[in-house]
């Protein structure tokens, strides 16, 4: 089982920046091993993929972010942060961050971003 806990959301102005972060945790869970992915689902919307931290610290990026976002990990801390700046109001969403193992999935609980002025 992996826990995923996931903070920095909140209220931000067209163009603010915002880091969110997730820490993971488990039985048996070699944190530096797993890709590491960050999604968002705004209201009304499909859920999207956003960005993935592989093993090796290689990334890709969804075309819509890519040039503003930035994924990174610290396997140190267990932690993948989504690094987000010239935001805009699009960008409003619930923002999870995801790993899987061979059997399943594993999600955060969300952290809502809201961009606006």
């Known amino acids: 089982q992996i826990q995923l806990v996931e903070s920095g959301g909140g209220l931000v102005q067209p163009g603010g920046s915002l880091t969110l972060s997730c820490v993971a945790s488990?039985?048996?869970?070699?944190?530096?091993?797993?890709?590491m992915g960050w999604y968002r689902q705004a209201q009304g919307k499909q859920l999207e993929l956003l960005a993935t931290i592989y093993r090796g610290r290689s990334t890709i990026y969804e075309n819509s972010v890519k040039g503003r976002f930035t994924i990174s990990r610290d396997n140190a801390k267990n932690t993948v942060y989504l690094r987000m700046d010239s935001l805009k109001p699009e960008d409003t969403a619930v923002y999870h961050c995801?790993?899987?193992?061979?059997?399943?999935?594993?999600w955060g609980q969300g952290n809502q971003v809201t961009v606006s002025s």
């Open positions: 995801n790993t899987a193992t061979v059997s399943r999935a594993f």
């Open positions: 488990g039985t048996d869970f070699s944190f530096s091993l797993n890709a």
